[in-house]
């Protein structure tokens, strides 16, 4: 009996070229790898320490950045050693979660033996391997970016502010991550890719890596894989100049920000892009320099337990109460966010009609245009959200207009929490998502990321604890409220989950960027974690 | 022989309403206006001093702001006896102008007498008289606001985070000013009112009024009238509540700004607003508190001498000449601002189409409405513009990107000028008008101060001189370059202008509005002005 094979489709046979291209690139990598499992096991955590040599694996384990930056600077480490290093850890990573559109072999080691040629440091990332989305582009070299459409395929692809800045500040680039088709899932699918930076950057295939969040594209998969994410206020990053869908909107901001094994470098990573002056060359960007914070009185935060909508899994209601609990003890006054009266379900409204303003003809159209499929995720996000539709412009001021009175309502909300004691609430601490990583094609309720894009409120993600079955029970008296509640209630299995990253999120007012990392410091400190 | 007289339509009668409403408020000036002449004079500068007391003349004209409130809140005046001063003087300029939607004699006197009541100031503008444009609304009261639209007389009109913060620092409110139909010519003329706050402050009726700039309504009436106007960058002052068009609106921005007789009341306005933390109650404003800047090396001046489209008139051109003289002589770096290949042009266009991406539907609607004409300035700026259409969500994306692209050029621009001596152009010196005020229904060419709204530059103007028919005679040599060059062109005549006041206009880097006010001080130091 013979298998009748299925003729590939035109966009099938197109959509293999840019995987032909970074299996070619992994090809590269010398030595090659070698010990990597026939089949992948359950975690694949254990993975690096099996396949890189013992040398390798300390470099890129055991250091923060500001470590391997101090070993750098001082020419105790090579950059080379270092990148090299880098680039077989991001090849173990991409065997097992298939994060990446390309390593940068060649570039990435010739920029470090020029960076090593120097007689003294080029800036303050200095030899440090740094790893980016695809869709930003690429600094030097003549690399396309699809941004995981195939009618992109081939498409070239500049450099960038964003790029240039830590380009000059002394960093090499080694590899690209992927994106989810239409870049607005909160699941790396696409029909070219599946997996992500955080995917990279949770396996310490690296260290330090550029993201951009629109919904929550840093900080759910920083969030699940267990990593730090940060996304600042909306044009405090420069970010022009990647692929970006309908250029020109100004409904809803996207920002860059930076995803990290450790919290210091959150803040490098700030400090390095403004001292910059990204304003001068970039002039959506506000003319703000990176003022560090300082609290100069125990921090007042505000505890969200769920947000009026969806009820969090167990395993995330446990990591709030740890960490507010924690934070009373290290003497914060702590408090609770109520969100029934903030009504986040109509922010949910607005915010996914002015994701897409245009009803979603450019990115379906892109689409139609190669021919490849519509993934369940993309149809969930346009297709099947009520609210999309293609607008006048009329009809698209009239929904800013409500989006600026939700702003507002909320604003004069948070202000309103400092009338008793007259010390408002300086951050939320909440979820960043309903629990753990879902699995396939689950990741369906963005509003614990996404409400903080329409408010343009800062928000950092910070790993807290792990799914543990014994402790994290369901709740099987609790009654879901509505649909999605329910959709997600159904969600949970201990069994499923258990060993999964759980993180919190710290939310700050609009434009208090410095506040949030500041908070988190302070936030960690009440954890008990020292070391970032 | 009888004359038939032809019957009102509706809207006169129904725009005659606002007028007889300001006509009893003036009927309550006590004493009355004694001595106003039958025929105005061809300037009314000299009505003033002609029917006020001494007493009143001397405290509407010889004081600073910053000295008023020195005598208000040492108790040495009280502020009933300044209220009462400046609302005489008001309507003496509104006999003269027409300047005044009503005059707020009982609110304002009352208000007065709290102030005084008070055993000590109630905030830094504690007792002072300010006055406002009808259609930013009004504190307290029952006021409506028409903005000038027939159509929404007898609408009424609350309170907004901008006149909130005024009132809590302890201003009166005394009186409130006109605006041109549609609110968007750069005269002031619609089918109830004609007028404005600049000819109100011009005579001295108010010594601090607000205005709104989103092509140079506050800029270019202020230069005109010979007072100070300041336009900081957008979101930086609270703006919302009063009346507006297409609410929700982002391609443009409108700003709020103080209109002076001196120079340090537009600092302390700017202080004033932002000490109150406006970003707390509306969010769309930059958490950016006032933060004088102060110059540590002589500035680097460029001289805009003209902007690549129009000439400006000879006196503006004298009036370049003297204070970049003065400039240079005060040890300043003076370069010229080249516009040849900015593209002033281009920018018109962009900026043009952005102003009604709705094809101006809502406001001719609104004029449609009420039955009311259109004047010529409205046709001017929406229907003899080409680039105005209503535009698609698409359409208006792609613009506001062409927009983000001109000033990435601009910006790139000036961060060259500090390429060869390490120092970037501080401020650019222009004209914020081609020339003095024109006649009747001619301010058909916005470029010198749209050119600024559209870049999002801060901008302040200044008094420099007058139009001299002996300096300032006509070039009959001068070939002009294109059609609106000719036009403004063929407006002058050195006798019609002759004594008409003269300014000059200070353009910071977008976000950089303390040093635009920073760089004033110094010019007019250098131009041998040490008072304000």
């Known amino acids: 009996m013979t298998i009748q094979q299925k003729k590939p489709e035109a966009w099938e046979i197109k959509a293999a070229i840019p995987r032909a291209i970074r299996d070619a690139s992994l090809a590269k990598v010398t030595p090659p790898l070698a010990g990597l499992p026939d089949t992948l096991p359950q975690s694949s955590q254990g993975l690096p320490k099996q396949i890189l040599t013992p040398r390798e694996f300390d470099l890129t384990e055991n250091y923060s950045?500001?470590?391997?930056?101090?070993?750098?600077?001082?020419?105790?480490?090579?950059?080379?050693?270092?990148?090299?290093?880098?680039?077989?850890?991001?090849a173990v990573a991409q065997s097992a979660t298939n994060c990446l559109t390309d390593l940068l072999w060649e570039g990435a080691i010739e920029r470090a033996r020029y960076l090593?040629?120097?007689?003294?440091?080029?800036?303050?990332?200095?030899?440090?391997?740094?790893?980016?989305?695809?869709?930003?582009?690429?600094?030097?070299?003549?690399?396309?970016?699809?941004?995981?459409?195939?009618a992109y395929i081939g498409k070239f692809q500049g450099s960038t502010v964003s790029l240039d800045t830590l380009w000059d500040a002394g960093c090499v680039f080694f590899a690209r991550t992927t994106q989810p088709q239409t870049i607005m899932h909160l699941e790396t699918e696409s029909n070219i890719y599946v997996g992500g930076e955080s995917a990279l950057i949770g396996m310490r295939g690296s260290v330090l890596g550029v993201g951009g969040d629109i919904g929550g594209s840093i900080r759910c998969p920083a969030a699940h894989c267990g990593i730090y994410g940060f996304k600042p206020s909306a044009h405090r990053l420069p970010i022009a100049g990647?692929?970006?869908?309908?250029?020109?909107?100004?409904?809803?901001?996207s920002t860059?920000?930076?995803?990290?094994?450790?919290?210091?470098?959150?803040?490098?990573?700030?400090?390095?892009?403004?001292?910059?002056?990204?304003?001068?060359?970039?002039?959506?960007?506000?003319?703000?320099?990176?003022?560090?914070?300082?609290?100069?009185?125990?921090?007042k935060i505000a505890v969200q337990w769920w947000d009026g909508v969806v009820k969090?899994?167990?395993?995330?209601?446990?990591?709030?109460?740890?960490?507010?609990?924690?934070?009373?003890?290290?003497?914060?006054?702590?408090?609770?966010?109520?969100?029934?009266?903030?009504?986040?379900?109509?922010?949910?409204?607005?915010?996914?009609?002015?994701?897409?303003?245009?009803?979603?003809?450019?990115?379906?159209?892109?689409?139609?245009?190669?021919?490849?499929?519509?993934?369940?995720?993309?149809?969930?996000?346009?297709?099947?959200?009520?609210?999309?539709?293609?607008?006048?412009?009329?009809?698209?001021?009239?929904?800013c207009a409500e989006r600026e009175a939700y702003r507002t309502s909320y604003a004069r909300h948070w202000t309103s929490t400092g009338k008793q004691?007259?010390?408002?609430?300086?951050?939320?601490?909440?979820?960043?998502?309903?629990?753990?990583?879902?699995?396939?094609?689950q990741s369906r309720y963005w509003g614990y990321t996404s409400i903080w894009n329409l408010l343009d409120y800062p928000g950092v993600v910070f790993p807290v604890t792990k799914v543990d079955k014994e402790k994290d029970v369901k709740d099987f008296d609790y009654q879901p409220k509505n649909e999605e509640d329910k959709f997600v209630y159904d969600l949970y299995e201990p069994d499923l989950y258990h060993g999964c990253p759980i993180s919190l999120q710290i939310i700050g007012r609009r434009h208090h960027d410095e506040k949030v990392l500041a908070a988190l410091k302070e936030v960690e400190r009440a954890m008990g974690k020292h070391k970032g």
Chains 1, 2 share one sequence.
Request: include cysteine; hydrophobic fraction near 40%.
């Open 116 to 150: 090593d040629s120097l007689p003294a440091p080029l800036g303050p990332l200095h030899g440090l391997p740094i790893s980016t989305k695809e869709h930003h582009g690429a600094k030097g070299g003549n690399e396309t970016a699809n941004a995981s459409y195939v």
């Open 65 to 90: 950045v500001t470590e391997l930056l101090a070993k750098l600077h001082s020419k105790e480490l090579s950059s080379e050693e270092l990148t090299r290093a880098f680039l077989r850890r991001a």
């Open 312 to 399: 969090p899994h167990p395993p995330m209601i446990r990591a709030l109460r740890e960490v507010s609990e924690a934070c009373k003890k290290a003497g914060m006054t702590v408090v609770d966010w109520e969100c029934e009266s903030l009504d986040h379900k109509k922010g949910w409204e607005i915010l996914s009609s002015l994701y897409w303003p245009d009803g979603g003809k450019e990115v379906l159209g892109l689409l139609e245009s190669a021919g490849e499929p519509i993934l369940p995720l993309t149809n969930f996000i346009i297709k099947d959200q009520p609210t999309v539709k293609e607008l006048t412009v009329t009809e698209m001021f009239k929904l």
């Open 256 to 299: 860059n920000g930076p995803m990290a094994a450790d919290r210091d470098s959150l803040e490098l990573f700030m400090k390095v892009m403004l001292d910059a002056e990204p304003w001068k060359l970039e002039p959506s960007i506000r003319v703000a320099p990176w003022t560090p914070y300082e609290f100069t009185r125990p921090l």
């Open 421 to 441: 004691d007259g010390h408002e609430v300086d951050i939320i601490l909440c979820p960043p998502s309903f629990g753990a990583a879902t699995p396939h094609e």
């Open 242 to 253: 990647g692929t970006a869908h309908m250029a020109g909107r100004e409904s809803i901001l």
